[in-house]
């Protein structure tokens, strides 16, 4: 089964509020990393977080990662209706060379 | 600097047919990855290459899947022959140097298996 589970499925928001969403996993990693994923297109990496690392910030986003509990949250703080999109974390175990991309959190910001 | 590049877009080809799909990685970039992305679901790493040889390709149904990066630049992707199931987006993606890195990926082709 896939390494990353997130939390929850949708989100629907007003323009202007804050997302959250989470992030679980199972095995221990190297490093956590948030992609986005706009309708029928790639995906773009948004952050990376290193097993290290408790809190990362970049513009509007912020990410934590707590590796006693195997999880990790991304806020975006004052959402637009281009944020509208999926968002996937993925993990790097550290052990073999696989890649687990979670379910993803399909986000709506409501203009 | 250019993207990853994917072709074709769009394939729709009958079961048991075959079909390929190309990737251009980003110039200079080392690790190459293709992903099946299944609607709704995130995507699955199917292979890795590290320049020209195979990392990783412990997900990859290898009795109709097949994946080579000749000189370490492009790579192709094939599946011979397709099954209903192999319907799904397939990802490739590039990184300077290993999987720990940040991925860029392309727009992806989306295949519809009839």
């Known amino acids: 089964s896939q390494q990353g589970e997130e939390d929850p499925q949708a989100l629907s928001i007003q323009e202007g509020e804050n997302a959250t969403m989470n992030c679980s996993y199972k095995?221990?990693?190297?490093?956590l990393q948030w992609y986005r994923q706009n309708s029928g297109r790639g995906l773009v990496h948004l952050i990376l977080?290193?097993?290290?690392?408790r809190e990362k910030h970049s513009g509007r986003l912020r990410v934590t990662l707590d590796t006693s509990k195997k999880s990790s949250s991304l806020l975006i703080t004052a959402s637009r209706a281009a944020d509208t999109a999926s968002y996937f974390c993925?993990?790097?175990?550290?052990?073999?060379?696989?890649?687990?991309f979670g379910t993803g959190t399909s986000l709506t910001v409501i203009p | 600097e250019a993207g990853v590049a994917q072709s074709p877009r769009y394939k729709i080809i009958e079961k048991r047919q075959s079909v390929a799909f190309w990737c251009n990685p980003i110039s200079g970039h080392a690790t190459l990855y293709w992903y099946q992305q299944i609607l709704g679901q995130g995507p699955k790493l199917l292979i890795q290459?590290?320049?020209?040889?195979?990392?990783?390709d412990s997900q990859l149904p290898k009795d109709r899947f097949s994946a080579e990066r000749l000189k370490g630049v492009d790579s192709t992707l094939k599946i011979q022959p397709a099954k209903l199931e192999d319907s799904a987006v397939y990802l490739c993606?590039?990184?300077?140097?290993?999987?720990?890195?940040?991925?860029?990926f392309g727009p992806g082709t989306r295949l519809l298996v009839l």
């Open positions: 993925a993990t790097d175990p550290n052990t073999g060379n696989q890649f687990y």
């Open positions: 977080i290193r097993s290290n690392e």
């Open positions: 993606a590039s990184s300077f140097q290993r999987i720990q890195e940040t991925q860029y």
């Open positions: 290459f590290q320049n020209n040889g195979v990392v990783d």
């Open positions: 095995t221990s990693i190297n490093n």
